[in-house]
């Protein structure tokens, strides 16, 4: 019910991400109503002491002898809290067993846009990949789109002439803009594009739309082969269009 709730409010992925950190709580086997401050706090101490990571991605990513990181850790928190917020006003509790358990604090990070340098080697690595990886790549790096609206992208909904296509995202629908360079690198990649079914933009080997796993994973490829070890998710490439508008 709490899922169905979010369907017109949030966006498929955003509540994927709260289906997934719910499962703890499913985990626990017990009648809604009985849930205590300490069992969340044992379930919260059961997700702190693992020492795997991303186990079950959506992406198929492997999994790595990790333990989670504190901001995965405060995702759980986050969700929870919200889901027993939710029973409240929805009368299933009269309160909220989640509205004392502490947020775990996050460590200083590193700034959140790919460098400048590392930005340069990922488009060269890109160029010399594939006419494709190299719209891609373009199209981040101009646009500074969420992956979701890279995704998006359409042949009916892309106007190359005015540097332009309208996506939709988190929900949402607006426009992204791009350069000439991106333009010219969209109508190489559509001069070799094969022809399939499928109306999406950018496509995988397979002739089916692009997701935003396998872009991920291409960005992954392109670091490697680049020598990149700095952040260079497509998030990374949105505050780093942030930086360059604010530049």
Not at 52 to 63: D, E, I, M
Not at 86 to 99: F, G, K, Q
């Amino acid at each position: 019910r709490y899922l169905l709730s979010l369907q017109a409010v949030r966006a498929q992925p955003t509540i994927a991400w709260y289906a997934k950190r719910l499962r703890p709580l499913r985990d626990l086997q017990q009648p809604l109503m009985t849930i205590t401050l300490d069992d969340l706090r044992q379930a919260y101490a059961r997700l702190a002491g693992r020492k795997v990571k991303y186990q079950h991605h959506p992406s198929g990513r492997a999994p790595i002898d990790e333990p989670l990181s504190p901001a995965t850790l405060r995702g759980y928190v986050r969700a929870w809290r919200a889901f027993f917020n939710w029973c409240v006003d929805e009368n299933l509790l009269t309160i909220s067993p989640a509205r004392k358990l502490a947020l775990p604090g996050l460590p200083k990070q590193p700034p959140k846009a790919i460098s400048r340098a590392d930005l340069q080697r990922i488009i060269e690595a890109a160029r010399l990949s594939s006419v494709r990886d190299y719209a891609i790549v373009c199209v981040l790096a101009d646009s500074a789109c969420r992956v979701g609206g890279l995704c998006a992208m359409t042949l009916d909904n892309l106007e190359l002439d005015r540097r332009q296509a309208i996506v939709r995202s988190k929900g949402q629908t607006a426009f992204i803009l791009f350069t000439d360079r991106t333009a010219a690198a969209i109508r190489a990649y559509l001069d070799e594009r094969p022809i399939v079914a499928s109306r999406a933009l950018f496509i995988n080997e397979r002739g089916k739309p692009l997701k935003p796993g396998g872009v991920h994973s291409l960005l992954d490829r392109l670091a490697d082969s680049a020598n990149v070890i700095g952040r260079h998710n497509p998030h990374a490439f949105r505050h780093g269009g942030a930086r360059e508008a604010l530049r």
